[in-house]
Nanobody, 115 residues
C-alpha cells in the first residue's frame, strides 16, 4: 500500500509563509498529485494540483499565494504558502489527483494561522 508523509506545517502569524512537503513511498513520475486541506467542521477540499508534466492549477481562494511543485526524483510534492490568512488554518494532505485511485490518506500536517 502506498504511503504518503506530509510535513512542514506549524503555527504562523497572518502574512507569514510555510513550505509543506509530501513524500510518497513509490514513484510519482507519471501521476498527477494534489494538495488538499480540511478545516474544522468542513469537508476536505482540493487547493492545488500538478500534472506529471508540471502544469499547476489552483483553487480561487489560494491563487496567487500558493505554489505547488514536484521533484519526481525525490518522490516529493511541495506546497509553498505565502501571505497566510486565518482562513488557511486546516490540516493539509497530499494525494493523487486525476489518477485512477486515491491512495490511503496520510496523517496530514497542521497549519494554524493566528490573526
Amino acid at each position: 500500500q502506498v504511503q504518503v508523509v506530509e510535513s512542514g506545517g506549524g503555527l504562523v502569524q497572518a502574512g507569514g509563509s510555510l513550505r509543506l512537503s509530501c513524500t510518497a513511498s513509490r514513484s510519482i513520475f507519471s501521476i498527477g498529485m494534489g494538495w488538499y486541506r480540511q478545516a474544522p467542521g468542513k469537508q476536505r477540499e482540493l487547493v492545488a494540483d500538478i500534472t506529471p508534466s508540471g502544469q499547476a492549477n489552483y483553487a480561487d481562494s489560494v491563487k496567487g499565494r500558493f505554489t505547488i511543485s514536484r521533484d519526481n526524483a525525490k518522490r516529493t510534492v511541495y506546497l509553498q504558502i505565502n501571505s497566510l490568512k486565518p482562513d488557511d488554518t486546516a490540516v493539509y494532505y497530499c494525494n493523487t489527483y486525476s489518477y485512477s485511485i486515491l491512495w490511503d490518506w496520510g496523517q496530514g500536517t497542521q497549519v494554524t494561522v493566528s490573526s
